[in-house]
């Protein structure tokens, strides 16, 4: 545990609350089963929103390497608590499946994590059915997809964010006209010869080409961010920012390692830089994003990236263009 300020005494994380608002009662259910023929194992989502409100905008949230619909609720749970509809899928990868790497299934398991999203996607209405009272209270018109890790990468998929093969060429188009915008959470960058050669023979999807991701999009990178399957430094996870036209926002975690101060779950044995303070800042920052988003007309966002960046004593930074 660090030395960080508790969020009770954190004045960015006051002011971040003052203009994000308080939290409503939210309603979880899982596990909810969904159609996904041909499936190695059966597709359920876990589904969490506010126990009131119309209009109603959708978040699907796709977890890092081995993580499931169980994990990351210090951002789902928040986000469903802001008047979000969070769906968050079981993946292939999860540990609950066990399919290692030499699994016959492990090679395709990225682009079946596409496929979870849309099969979300094509039965929203199973999903609203799922949670009592919440049918006709969704607004379709405003889905979002958010991703951390290797849920960034397939987040990034819908937004627009093509493959390059070995030949050279871009896979096939993956984005989804139904998704508005998008946040990236330590999502991995560009291949090319700083991928370790691990990950070239078994990630064939880290090797992205971000100049037709136009959804509008927030990449989130911690400044101390080293992965093992790159020799670039932090920078590697600011690429989509770097290169695409929608990503227009980059927010920079100081301090942050790859768990982003706890994202994945409240003491979870990964999260080597744990601080609460950090995870605080990052769910107001993300609500308020994904807000203004979805519906250009709420200025929260402008509000929210103005007070981190006059802070006296900042956690963090935003970047826009």
């Known amino acids: 545990m660090s030395g960080s300020t508790g969020t009770a005494d954190s004045k960015i994380v006051q002011e971040l609350e003052s203009i994000v608002g308080p939290g409503e009662p939210v309603v979880s259910v899982s596990p909810v089963p969904l159609s996904a023929p041909g499936r190695a194992v059966p597709l359920e989502v876990r589904v969490s929103a506010p126990a009131t409100g119309s209009r109603l905008p ?7 390497n081995g ?99 070995e030949d050279g060429s871009l896979s096939t188009d993956f984005a989804d006209a139904r998704v508005k915008a998008g946040v990236l959470l330590a999502a991995t960058g560009i291949g090319g010869e700083e991928l370790h050669p691990f990950a070239k023979e078994n990630f064939p999807f880290m090797n992205p080409s971000f ?32 290169h695409s036209p929608g ?13 982003l101060g706890g994202i994945p779950n409240w003491e979870a044995a990964e999260t080597t830089d744990e601080n609460p303070e950090r995870v605080a800042v990052l769910q107001r920052l993300s609500a308020a994003y994904l807000r203004s988003a979805l519906d250009p007309a709420d200025g929260v966002w402008a509000r929210a990236r103005a007070a981190l960046n006059t802070g006296a004593d900042p956690i963090g930074r935003v970047d826009s263009k």
Do not use: C, K, N
């Open 58 to 64: 959708v978040i699907l949230f796709s977890h890092g």
């Open 67 to 165: 993580w499931s619909l169980d994990g990351y609720a210090p951002l789902t749970a928040y986000w469903a608590s802001r008047g979000f509809v969070v769906v968050q899928p079981t993946h292939l990868d999860s540990r609950r499946h066990g399919f290692g790497l030499d699994h016959p299934v492990f090679p395709t398991i990225w682009r079946q994590r596409h496929e979870d999203l849309r099969h979300i996607l094509d039965q929203l209405d199973t999903v609203e059915d799922a949670v009592p009272g919440l049918a006709g209270r969704v607004d379709r018109d405003r889905i979002a997809v958010a991703g951390h890790s290797w849920g960034g990468q397939t987040a990034q998929m819908l937004l627009g964010a093509r493959i390059v093969e």
């Open 211 to 242: 100049e037709q991701l136009t959804t509008p999009t927030l990449v989130v990178a911690g400044d101390r961010d080293q992965s093992r399957m790159s020799s670039r430094g932090p920078d590697w996870f600011t690429d989509a920012y770097r």
């Open 247 to 259: 990503a227009t926002d980059l927010l920079t975690l100081f301090g942050a390692e790859h768990s």
